[in-house]
């Protein structure tokens, strides 16, 4: 499905600025404005979700697109992470409106949403940071579906975290801000005085809170990579869900793609991954190979230089059943992810900034005036706990994951001009130092160079490994009779990068011989020999 | 009266009028046939089990069983494959005693590699022995009600067809029909095989050649013999029939679909580079999809039998060494309990596992049916070169299989060679086995080996559990109390839980309640000589216990008031249903 419909929302869209992240029905709408007909932007649904939420496709090219290097764009990995989802959107937007000279050699796709479901949560009456779809999931595996969810105690509309006194407590205090729960480290002697859940209810009785959320499976825990099969949000086998299996096999059949940029919580940008030489030999790779791990260094240069945001805080290089890991581990192609902010550096007065990752937040949210950033602990009544002191407080969902939305303008600038910036360095096959010797009687030797013009190589380790990437394959359009010596059709597994390899022929005959030598994701090459 | 007619009467004759006398089934049987012991002597439902059935035939066959035993067989479509044929399923069981999907159940598949179709007949066999044999047999009748079995003759109907139909060798097409692009050209299926000699088999080429490393046998010249390394050859193998369509230097590199649908399985499920014949992810082939979710479905299988060829196995997982720690010594035992029992029963057939035994395998059915659902599964391959002459001469022993085409097939099993020219390699020998030899039974081979494995996997059926109330015991507490202690039994060897499904809380707790007196509470009796008990403090009526065990039992207890009319009812998602009345 093409929705073709909705210029006349790009007048609004653009003039009226946005105050908060967008509803799923300003996304679609903003989707819509910039894929009308005339535009390099189409719009397809993927798919459906279980809650009945469309997965959209923006594919943006021009020309021979299918046969341009591309980059895949991915937002919504998780659906606690409205940012990346604007950041997507802006990306395609920005695209569209201001870099249509990127197509001349590169087509794009950007998948704004993975986590539709999810995402609602932001806008819902109750927000809470979520990120399952709709799918119906007994998450502890105890025979009953989702008994035992968050409940807000509090009637605040949001769910934080719930405290209960308690001598056998395992929390305590922070000791530099006091609000912040951090657990009793027994080993230094120290001793708890809370007990610390979410926001919920036992329900079942069976000693855990909120251990079985009214929630589906997290698309961002259910792909192959060491998918954490049986464990809550991931569910009984990875890409169970119509939203995975429609991007999926939706990517399996666009072979152009060379790179992923995926917005989410894990981080190879500032900085990339190590090498691990015992895991990247084992049968089951699970470290990046040597030579991609250069690559991801070089980008992650790149990146820095782009985004002026210095990294803090920044240890998640990947988590199991994750989207981003699928993309290099499982589908051969180069993946990044970022997500695209973070909590930056505070320092107190001594210089030093607190290595607890809230208390680093609050310390920022004061320095920032925002006002609202924890939800002070206050006495409910729990009826789990009867006669105990219990309170409800807590850092307010989603602000640790998404700033404040007056910066996500410059944040999004910062990655359009970096992905552009690896749009630009794609895999670039040419014709180079063509020869044409004549033999006589009617015999002539062609030679020429086939180049890969790119820092980048043609397959990276992993690629090469990957059904899912094509050869380079350079095809003479004569007959094979005419083909004294060399190859009608020659498959080349790989060029590196700026690196060339010799082509030669003795051909038959006269008048024009084409030349092409390329793949889907490397774009094609074309040669124009006069015998 | 010619004589095809005659035999066609005579044999078919069912309620037919003749000579205006209206003959019965049982009198026409009782006419013409002694019951060899064994087999349905007078079946509702004829099938031979010496031939091959295409989907077409498969398919009169399952309906005319569905149609003659109403109450004990029923046929489904669970989903279609990739070509939108039908995936069919029969279940079968006493319609009339329990509900088909609260029994414990077998499932049974067939031919998930398209060329190993005689799972498909092997499952169908088993289809129609229980049906037939239900009323006939104490234990069978018996079985039928206790048990239900999922029978899926093939879960990749296209490419069994497909096999059978076009021009194909012992070992192609394993995939089913997808057409992927093999050689990473950018084309899809653009060189497949080509069958010169148009006899529906795709057999050798050689070629004479001064360099060549072979020579006819002299005693038998279809037989292509190796000469030693000091001797001068004549012939050169070319590989399988096939023409270089595409131009690039290549014989046959691209046909369908490379994938594997037994590496597609969503446990231990590994990508391409480590698994060749992965496919997209865990169940992108969409025969396999249908599979799963029936079984997904159908909590209540307990047990379930894949049928492959080739080699006289009896398998078990893990496929491979990473998923070691999956299969415990508990459940091990189990499985050596079934299968060293099978082995004894067929003859040919060895016990073996995965990993160790055959090589490795990420993905596989049986590991997901184990892995992922807690199942105690097996995969047979079928056909061994053992069944020609009770000897172990080992796979594809060119003298044996000759032998075997001298003297019990008359030429049947080969094509001989004839010359050919091709348009790449000039003038050569095209040649070889046909394409149902080696993997695929003969027909006379069929119908015994099929009612040695339909055994086994009636034994296995037979193990899964069966629970029961065994006993249950008042004692007065006074003041109107009472304790009341249940023994819930499991007669079978199979537990209501593997230890692989208590590993990951696979399926739910089997749940034991009690109705018609008030609890006040509600225990798991851990070691009723010491008292030793665990109480459920949330909804005591209704205790919930991990596991019961094969060839053992749990107790329960309740502490109750009033109760003169109580019943128990024991509810297990792989054990059935069991209760008790006061």
């Known amino acids: 499905m093409v929705a073709g419909a909705g210029m006349l929302f790009s007048v609004h869209s653009t003039t009226c600025a946005q105050s908060d992240y967008p509803t799923l029905s300003q996304v679609t709408q903003r989707l819509q404005a910039i894929s009308g007909s005339g535009s390099s932007a189409k719009l397809s649904s993927l798919t459906k979700t279980e809650g009945g939420k469309d997965i959209w496709v923006v594919k943006i090219g021009k020309g021979d ?97 719930m405290r209960v006194e308690s001598p056998m407590g395992n929390y305590k205090s922070h000791d530099k ?127 820095n ?132 010797e004549k033999l006589g009687n009617g015999l002539t030797r062609i030679t020429a160079d086939l180049f890969n013009n790119s820092a980048l190589p043609t397959h990276s380790e992993m690629g090469e490994k990957s059904r899912w990437l094509r050869k380079i394959r350079v095809d003479i359009n004569r007959d094979a009779t005419d083909l004294i010596s060399g190859d009608k059709i020659k498959l080349i597994n790989k060029l590196g990068a700026y690196e060339k390899t010799t082509l030669t022929w003795i051909v038959k005959g006269s008048g024009a011989v084409d030349i092409k030598a390329g793949a889907a994701h490397t774009g094609i090459a074309t040669l124009n020999v006069k015998l | 009266m010619k004589i095809k007619n005659w035999i066609y009467t005579a044999a078919l004759g069912v309620a037919i009028s003749f000579a205006g006398i209206q003959e019965t089934e049982a009198q026409v049987a009782q006419d013409r046939y002694f019951r060899a012991l064994g087999t349905p002597h007078n079946p509702k439902v004829q099938v031979s089990w010496n031939r091959y059935h295409t989907n077409l035939a498969l398919e009169e066959i399952m309906k005319d069983m569905a149609k003659k035993h109403p109450n004990l067989v029923k046929l489904q479509s669970i989903g279609k494959s990739f070509q939108g044929n039908d995936i069919w399923v029969l279940t079968i069981t006493d319609f009339n005693v329990g509900k088909e999907n609260e029994k414990p159940a077998m499932w049974i598949d067939g031919n998930i590699h398209s060329n190993e179709i005689q799972g498909t007949e092997f499952t169908l066999y088993a289809a129609w022995y229980l049906s037939e044999m239900y009323g006939e047999l104490e234990f069978i009748t018996e079985l039928l009600k206790d048990k239900t079995f999922y029978i899926a003759p093939t879960i990749n109907p296209d490419a069994h067809d497909y096999f059978i139909k076009e021009a194909n060798n012992q070992n192609s097409p394993r995939s089913g029909m997808i057409i992927t692009d093999n050689d990473g050209d950018g084309e899809f299926g653009e060189d497949p095989f080509d069958d010169l000699n148009g006899d529906g088999h795709i057999t050798f080429m050689i070629r004479k050649s001064p360099t060549g490393r072979y020579v006819k046998d002299q005693m038998d010249p279809r037989k292509l013999i190796p000469v030693a390394a000091d001797q001068k050859g004549e012939y050169e193998m070319l590989g399988y029939e096939g023409i270089d369509r595409d131009g690039d230097g290549m014989v046959n590199e691209d046909g369908i679909g490379y994938y594997d649908p037994n590496r597609d399985w969503g446990w231990n499920w590994q990508p391409d580079y480590v698994q060749r014949g992965a496919l997209r992810y865990p169940f992108s082939v969409p025969e396999n999809r249908a599979v799963v979710e029936f079984v997904m479905d159908h909590p209540n299988i307990a047990g379930a039998q894949s049928y492959h060829n080739y080699g006289g196995m009896i398998l078990r997982g893990p496929g491979a060494e990473e998923d070691l720690g999956t299969y415990n010594q508990t459940d091990i035992r189990i499985y050596d309990a079934i299968a060293k029992k099978g082995e004894e029963f067929m003859p040919g057939y060895k016990y073996l596992v995965v990993y160790k035994d055959l090589y490795s395998v990420f993905g596989g059915q049986l590991d997901w049916f184990y892995g992922g659902r807690g199942i105690f599964t097996y995969s047979n391959e079928l056909m061994t070169s053992y069944l020609y002459f009770h000897q172990n001469a080992g796979r594809g022993n060119q003298d044996e299989q000759m032998k075997v085409d001298q003297y019990l097939t008359f030429g049947d099993a080969f094509v001989n060679w004839e010359e050919y020219d091709h348009p790449q390699y000039g003038r050569i020998e095209v040649g070889g086995f046909k394409k149902n030899f080696g993997r695929l039974h003969p027909g006379f081979l069929m119908e015994q080996d099929a009612h040695r494995n339909s055994a086994f996997t009636i034994l296995h059926a037979y193990h899964t559990p069966k629970l029961s109330v065994s006993e249950v015991n008042e004692k007065d507490l006074g003041g109107g109390v009472k304790e009341i202690t249940a023994t819930i039994y499991n007669e079978r060897l199979i537990p209501t839980h593997s230890s692989q499904d208590l590993k990951y809380k696979i399926e739910r707790p089997d749940y034991i309640s009690i109705s018609g007196a008030k609890v006040l509470a509600g225990f798991v009796v851990e070691n009723e000589d010491f008292n030793k008990l665990s109480e459920q403090k949330v909804n005591p009526e209704k205790i919930s216990v991990a596991n019961i065990p094969g060839m053992g039992a749990v107790k329960v207890r309740w502490i109750v008031t009033g109760g003169n009319n109580y019943s128990i009812n024991v509810d297990s998602a792989k054990g059935g249903k069991a209760s008790w009345k006061k």
């Open chain 1, 65 to 161: 697109l299918d046969n341009k290097p591309a980059i895949a764009v991915v937002g919504g990995a998780e659906g606690f992470h409205v940012l990346s989802v604007e950041l997507a959107v802006q990306f395609a937007e920005r695209l569209v409106k201001d870099h249509s000279m990127a197509l001349d050699n590169n087509t794009f796709y950007v998948f704004p949403n993975m986590s539709p479901d999810a995402y609602e949560q932001y806008h819902a009456a109750l927000k809470y940071e979520r990120r399952g779809n709709a799918a119906k999931i007994d998450h502890d595996r105890d025979g009953i579906v989702s008994e035992d969810g968050y409940e807000d105690l509090n009637k605040d509309g949001l769910i934080t975290m």
């Open chain 1, 305 to 436: 230089e782009s985004v002026s945001q210095k990294a803090f805080n920044q240890t998640n290089q990947g988590t199991d059943g994750d989207f981003f890991q699928w993309v290099y581990f499982h589908f051969g192609r180069l993946s990044f992810s970022t997500p695209g902010w973070w909590i930056p550096e505070v320092k107190g007065e001594d210089g030093k900034s607190e290595s607890n990752a809230e208390v680093n937040f609050l310390a920022y949210a004061a320095q920032e005036g925002i006002n609202n950033a924890f939800v002070p602990w206050t006495s409910v009544n729990h009826p789990d706990f009867p006669n105990q002191k219990v309170e409800v407080g807590g850092i307010r969902p989603f602000v640790m994951y998404n700033p404040p939305f007056d910066k996500v303008n410059e944040i999004a600038q910062d990655h359009t001009d970096f992905i552009l910036k690896i749009a630009a360095m794609s895999p670039k096959l040419e014709f180079h130092n063509l020869q044409t």
């Open chain 1, 177 to 303: 801000d006091e609000r912040v729960m951090v657990k009793a480290d027994v080993a230094k002697g120290q001793k708890g005085t809370y007990l610390l859940y979410p926001e919920s209810r036992d329900n079942d009785k069976d000693g855990k809170f909120g251990e079985d959320l009214v929630e589906g499976i997290a698309f961002n825990k259910s792909l192959t990579y060491k998918f954490p099969i049986f464990t809550p949000l991931a569910g009984d086998f990875a890409v169970s869900q119509a939203e995975s299996r429609a991007l999926l096999d939706y990517l399996f059949e666009q072979w152009n793609i060379f790179a992923f940029v995926t917005f989410s919580p894990a981080n190879n940008l500032s900085s990339p991954l190590k090498y691990n030489a015992g895991d990247a030999k084992k049968r089951i790779i699970t470290s990046m190979l040597e030579k991609d791990v250069a690559i991801n260094g070089m980008v992650s240069g790149m990146y």
